[in-house]
């Protein structure tokens, strides 16, 4: 059984910051690559950011870039991204996916499994 289950998210004021988990059961975050996905109110899914199974290093969205960092806890086969410097913009539930870089940050999103994920409220 794969699972992947959101937490962390919150009510944050605007340059505040969170970090968000994903915890992963049924499979092995070991040289899996995994994808941070968002949508924002009244808008359609953003990709967010991917770590890449085969070689560890993480890709990021131009608007998350130098302000999120993605990283993976294999021994506890756990996610997490750290959000910083937070901004209304960023006001969205998150969601951990199985798979990989969509060709856009608007997708298309086709990744098999996601969590329920976790809502994100920048606001004051």
């Known amino acids: 059984e794969v699972q992947l289950v959101e937490s962390g998210g919150g009510l944050v004021q605007p340059g505040g910051s969170l970090t968000l988990s994903c915890t992963a059961s049924?499979?092995?975050?070991?040289?899996?690559?995994m994808t941070w996905v968002r949508r924002a109110p009244g808008k359609g899914l953003e990709w967010v950011s991917t770590v890449f199974g085969d070689i560890g290093r993480a890709d990021y969205a131009d608007s998350v870039k130098g302000r999120f960092t993605f990283s993976r806890d294999n021994a506890k086969n756990m996610l997490y991204l750290q959000m910083n410097s937070l901004k209304s913009e960023d006001t969205a539930v998150y969601y951990c996916?199985?798979?990989?870089?969509?060709?856009?940050?608007?997708?298309?999103?086709?990744?098999?499994?996601w969590g329920q994920g976790t809502q994100v409220t920048v606001s004051s």
């Open positions: 996916t199985r798979g990989g870089k969509p060709p856009s940050d608007s997708g298309p999103f086709d990744y098999y499994y």
């Open positions: 049924g499979f092995q975050l070991s040289d899996t690559t």
